[in-house]
């Protein structure tokens, strides 16, 4: 028999004292030691970054965690719309844009030439009413001359009847005893009746003079009526005239002015707006914010338009209720499918600034606000 032939190669055995590093080239190289000096580095960087964070928080537990900020706040002014309280046609413009003006200052005139015709007016009515109330004085006392005449005629007829009455009883025995005539005691008896008839027509003339005095007192009232009357017409024609100039009501800076000389205004009219200096910024807490905040606290401010600087304020009031509330819709969650959202609180912040550094500011810019409220978190 044929012995069969393997073909498979021999497996290749290393001799017994072959060396195992010689397989393996790359295990004979010694590892990298770092250097000393890697290694202070190293510990160096450790040891930064340790104090870093041991800084933060520390930092964050003594102060960091009672600051709140928001960036959703903004400056704002108490800004003055001017408008004019009469109509007419504007005669003078005295300011320009962007011009610093003082309180009471002259900022445009209105044609005045048809209330300066009503104050005059006004001032006739004045004079004619004050003449008509002396004319009605005068009058009275004439009026009260005559009742004092007519009681003297009333006196001088009642002691002539009396004497009449006195002859009539006098005569009658008389002429009942033939003493006297008849025709004497009837002459006599006429005469007591002409006297009493006078008396009674001079007791009617008295009657009539005193009445006559109530008539006059009312003419005297009438025209003291008709004078306030005129007098309360002439000064509202003298304030119509006094506002054909209007006047800045307050200090500050002209803005969005919209006035022309020989434009017509009406009362009421937009001519410009007066931007007052003192500004003050509104932020919009969110309401997990506004727990610990009271008025006074300070407050760092920073303008985006000043990203270098800083400005000092303090909290000045808190909203008695959310933005959301004095909405012109406010929210009705009462019906249909509810989503939480956090509602905003806007916190009036007084800025503490000079006049000079308050020049920066203008109003509806951007800013980012944070409370420090650190007092009230370790008080409670």
């Given at each position: 028999m044929t012995?069969?032939?393997?073909?498979?190669?021999?497996?290749?055995?290393?001799?017994?004292?072959?060396?195992?590093?010689?397989?393996?080239?790359?295990s004979d190289k010694p590892k990298k030691k770092m250097s000393p000096r890697a290694k202070l580095i190293l510990r160096s960087l450790l040891v930064v970054v340790l104090i870093v964070v041991a800084a933060w928080f520390i930092y964050y537990e003594l102060r960091g965690k009672y600051l709140e900020s928001t960036?959703?706040?903004f400056v704002y002014a108490d800004s003055v719309t001017v408008a004019p309280k009469v109509s007419g046609y504007v005669e003078q413009v005295f300011v320009i844009d962007n011009q610093d003006v003082k309180a009471g200052q002259p900022l445009v005139?209105?044609?005045a030439r048809d209330y300066a015709a009503q104050s005059s007016q006004s001032k006739a009515q004045i004079d004619a009413a004050t003449a008509s109330e002396d004319a009605a004085k005068a009058q009275l006392q004439e009026q009260k001359a005559a009742i004092s005449q007519a009681q003297a005629q009333l006196s001088s007829a009642e002691e002539d009847a009396r004497f009449a009455a006195s002859e009539v009883e006098r005569y009658t025995p008389l002429a009942a005893s033939g003493a006297e005539t008849r025709e004497r005691l009837t002459t006599l008896r006429n005469q007591a009746a002409q006297a009493k008839s006078t008396v009674a027509s001079r007791r009617a003339a008295l009657e009539a003079a005193q009445l006559r005095v109530h008539s006059i007192e009312a003419q005297v009232r009438q025209a003291q009526a008709q004078g306030e009357t005129a007098r309360a017409q002439f000064d509202a024609a003298?304030?119509?005239?006094?506002?054909?100039?209007?006047?800045?009501?307050?200090?500050?800076?002209?803005g969005d002015k919209q006035v022309r000389v020989g434009q017509f205004v009406s009362a009421g009219t937009r001519l410009m707006t007066v931007v007052?200096?003192?500004?003050?910024v509104v932020a919009n807490f969110k309401?997990?914010?506004?727990?610990?905040?009271?008025?006074?606290?300070?407050?760092?401010i920073?303008?985006?338009a000043l990203p270098r600087t800083k400005f000092k304020g303090h909290v000045e009031s808190i909203s008695p209720g959310t933005g959301a509330q004095f909405s012109l819709l406010p929210p009705q969650n009462a019906t249909g499918n509810f989503t939480k959202i956090v509602q905003r609180v806007p916190v009036r912040i007084a800025v503490d600034a000079s006049a000079e550094d308050r020049k920066v500011f203008v109003a509806g810019l951007s800013v980012t606000a944070e409370v420090d409220t650190a007092a009230t978190e370790r008080t409670h």
């Open positions: 012995d069969a032939v393997d073909n498979r190669p021999e497996a290749t055995q290393n001799p017994p004292d072959a060396n195992p590093s010689e397989a393996n080239p790359k960036n959703d706040a005139r209105i044609d003298n304030v119509n005239l006094g506002s054909t100039q209007v006047t800045a009501s307050v200090a500050g800076r002209i007052p200096t003192d500004f003050y309401e997990t914010q506004i727990g610990s905040m009271r008025n006074g606290q300070s407050v760092a920073k303008v985006d």
